[in-house]
């Protein structure tokens, strides 16, 4: 590896490097009509640089010519006639991606009509998108420039304000160093600052990486999947199948490339036999994917302390101590959960078993190898932060880096974001729409093993990378321009290794699902002028459901609140959810009859779990339901199965990047939630046959800006019916989160008793309001009894 060259370091600045760069200072000024003195640190930095790339400077006019293209970069100042030819772009069905983006960005930039020609005419657009090319002349750069300088426009949260003197300093300081290195031109530049010989100066930023700095884009594994065979679940057993996957998931973080992803396909049985054995395990190779790693937490920016402090304030069962919050569990990132049925689901109403469910997760692993800036190629950076975990960011401290924001703060990369950037940028790499459009949601039909470890290839590698495929019958040895890597792995007969068993003893898991309950029951809060088939209670249902008789619920059927998923339902971190959860989870399980039913309807949503720091860093997608497919094991439910709820194409579309078809963007939107089926055991017969997956509408509240249901997050009547439908008359059925009160409405259809706990009043109104609006369309008697 080449040692950079950082320019502080260079000893011989010279008559000459001084003498020159008074001069450029000179001609700069001049070009923008300013007054201001070079500070002694920048003028050290310019002497070095301009000593070291000697002879290679661009002549006047040039350097005059290159200005004004940098403050239009560095200001944005053509955002807005970019976007106009985008936006009409669009109108004529044309997309474009980062690259092409960031191409035509420069050329409005640089004013430069014929290369804007060119691309227009390579790109085959409409004559209206010709007159789109309006990029502001040098005379309204220079004015946009004087305004800043007078009066700066910074859109940073944490920018401070009554600073304009220093903004205007560092405006000046921005713009000068980046004129020095582009003015030197670009590779005289990168050879100063890398300390290579011009002739050994690569083309580009990611071959300098993979030739100079090979153990940090290593892509010797850029990809591993495995397939879990149906035939296995007739002749094995759910635990010799756990150990294996365990195993391969566990080798897999080893052997993967970093920031690389591993998918494991999950074939269902014909009939959807053994279904909530297979939904099990996923839930588990999710959690273990996730948390079978284990570190101290020692930077700075993690809290431990704090974080312990918080959940002990919220788990009072919890002492100093018992959860060894300074160590971390970690592994993989839970990306998706892709869901295959048997044929398409677009008919609401519509039903149909799973094929197969296809597990996504990505590699960080936290890399201290300093890296060059991938804008001017210097070593001279600093350790930024941890914008993901595992996810290293550095920041460019070289005064003189071209990619210093307009108020001069250093251009911020990880290893990362180069690799993203490198995958956009790579021809090869671009993914075909119809790929795109057949892989948009998580939820599909009729897809074949060859169609996922296609598309796992495609949507999730570069080209050139190694894939590591096993038990994927037909995988061939190319698969476009990946080499595969072909394997098979069976399940022992009996194994010895106890690896997810053990794992529920991870100190991980000891702050939240190893704690005795600490809840002592509050006075019942019954609402009155309820019906008489209805009980609702307010209050929290952890406290409520301690005092309903034991055994006495015939069926029960929730949507919890999401954790801090409204204002109404927030917690310091995902442990004190959780623990809630599993305080709920068991007193239903108290309360149900042997034999009861559960259906309990959850979302894997992304928020902070604000168990590492109290930043961004926090941040992602929690599956929620794997969390709590172990929390009812633990509580004592079978898992019989999980019904995936299609809702269709959801509002907002997150993950979907309309316009960029490179690898690693490509996460389908999350259009599915899962309702899992759970029983108390104890009573066998009478079993009931759920659906596999579901297409249901989600409740449509929305009119003109307006809440016209009135609870913020409510479910639709369909998945209560579910169970309401198969239960008897005269039934009772628990909703422990009651909400609107959409299970309590539809038991009454079904002619059952409903019991509901809510613990916000205003939602107790609510829901009261629509019972009694229905039963007022009801051959009912004024006292609320059935005739």
């Known amino acids: 590896m080449p040692k950079a060259h950082n320019a502080s370091g260079v000893e011989t600045t010279g008559t000459k490097g001084a003498s020159e760069i008074d001069e450029l200072r000179v001609q700069f000024l001049d070009a923008i009509g300013v007054e201001w003195e ?379 974001s180069i690799l993203r950037s490198e995958a956009a940028s790579d021809e090869r790499a671009l993914i075909d729409e119809d790929s795109l459009r057949n892989w948009k949601l998580d939820v599909v039909a009729s897809r074949t093993n060859k169609d996922f470890l296609e598309m796992f290839v495609r949507h999730f590698s570069l080209p050139n990378d190694v894939v590591r495929c096993i038990n994927l019958e037909g995988a061939k040895e190319r698969i476009y321009g990946r080499r595969a890597e072909i394997y098979d792995r069976e399940p022992a007969l009996r194994p010895k290794a106890t690896t997810l068993t053990s794992f529920e003893q991870c100190s991980f898991f000891a702050r939240y699902l190893n704690v005795a309950s600490d809840y002592r029951p509050a006075p019942l809060n019954r609402v009155k002028g309820t019906p008489r088939w209805l009980k609702l209670f307010q209050g929290s249902c952890i406290s409520v459901l301690q005092q309903i008789e034991e055994e006495s619920i015939d069926g029960a059927v929730t949507s919890p609140p999401y954790y801090n998923a409204r204002d109404y339902s927030m917690w310091a971190n995902l442990y004190t959810y959780l623990y809630d959860m599993k305080m709920a989870a068991e007193g239903v399980f108290r309360v149900l009859k042997p034999g009861g039913y559960y259906l309990f309807n959850i979302f894997d949503y992304f928020d902070n779990d604000n168990i590492l720091a109290f930043s961004a860093l926090g941040k992602r997608r929690l599956p929620l339901g794997a969390y709590m497919i172990q929390i009812f094991r633990r509580s004592g439910f079978k898992i019989e199965g999980n019904i995936a709820w299609h809702k269709g194409e959801i509002e907002g579309k997150r993950n979907y990047n309309q316009g960029n078809r490179a690898p690693f963007f490509q996460l389908p939107l999350n259009s599915w939630e899962h309702v899992l089926v759970l029983r108390k055991p104890g009573v066998e017969s009478n079993g009931i046959n759920f659906p596999s997956a579901i297409y249901r509408r989600p409740v449509f509240k929305w009119v003109n800006g307006e809440n016209r249901h009135g609870h913020s997050a409510p479910f639709p009547q369909c998945i209560p019916d579910l169970l309401c439908r198969n239960l008897d008359p005269g039934s009772t059925i628990l909703d422990p989160f009651g909400g609107s009160l959409t299970t309590a409405l539809a038991a009454r259809r079904c002619g059952q008793n409903a019991v509901a706990v809510e613990l916000h009043e205003s939602y107790c109104q609510l829901g009261l309001r629509r019972i009694l609006e229905e039963e007022n369309m009801l051959p009912l008697f004024r006292d609320g009894s059935a005739p």
């Open 38 to 416: 070079l500070p002694s640190d920048l003028r050290k930095e310019a002497e070095s640089f301009i000593t070291g790339v000697s002879g290679s400077l661009k002549d006047r006019a040039a350097r005059r010519r290159a200005l004004f293209p940098i403050i239009a970069r560095k200001f944005k100042l053509n955002r807005n006639a970019i976007q106009n030819l985008w936006d009409e772009a669009a109108r004529h069905r044309h997309f474009f991606g980062p690259v092409a983006k960031a191409s035509v960005t420069a050329m409005f930039d640089e004013n430069d009509y014929a290369e804007f020609q060119k691309w227009f005419e390579e790109n085959g657009l409409p004559c209206s998108l010709h007159q789109t090319f309006e990029p502001l002349s040098e005379t309204a750069i220079l004015t946009a420039l004087h305004e800043q300088l007078v009066d700066a426009t910074v859109n940073r949260s944490d920018a401070r304000k009554g600073v304009q003197d220093e903004r205007r300093e560092a405006i000046l300081r921005s713009l000068f160093g980046t004129w020095l290195y582009e003015i030197a031109g670009i590779k005289n530049a990168r050879a100063y600052f890398t300390g290579l010989p011009k002739e050994r100066v690569p083309d580009s930023y990611f071959k300098l990486l993979s030739r100079d700095y090979t153990q940090v884009l290593d892509r010797r594994c850029g990809g591993i999947v495995m397939r879990v065979p149906k035939a296995w679940w007739g002749k094995h057993t759910k635990r010799a199948i756990g150990e294996v996957v365990a195993t391969v998931v566990s080798e897999a973080y080893t052997d993967l490339s970093n920031h690389s992803y591993c998918g494991i396909l999950f074939e269902f049985p014909d009939g959807n036999v053994n279904s909530g054995d297979i939904w099990e395990l996923i839930g588990d190779i999710t959690l273990f994917s996730e948390r079978h790693r284990s570190t101290e937490l020692r930077a700075g920016f993690f809290r431990p302390l704090e974080i312990e402090a918080q959940t002990i304030d919220h788990i009072r069962a919890l002492e100093q101590g018992e959860g060894t919050f300074g160590q971390y569990n970690f592994g993989f990132s839970f990306k998706d959960c892709i869901v295959n049925c048997e044929r398409e689901l677009d008919v609401d109403g519509a039903n149909a078993n799973v094929e197969s469910v296809f597990l996504l997760l990505e590699k960080h692993e936290a890399d201290e190898t300093k890296i060059p800036c991938p804008a001017c190629w210097s070593l001279d950076i600093r350790g930024n932060s941890y914008p993901i975990f595992g996810v290293r960011s550095w920041e460019c401290q070289n005064p003189l880096c071209p990619e210093r924001s307009a108020f001069d703060r250093g251009n911020r990369f990880s290893a990362m």
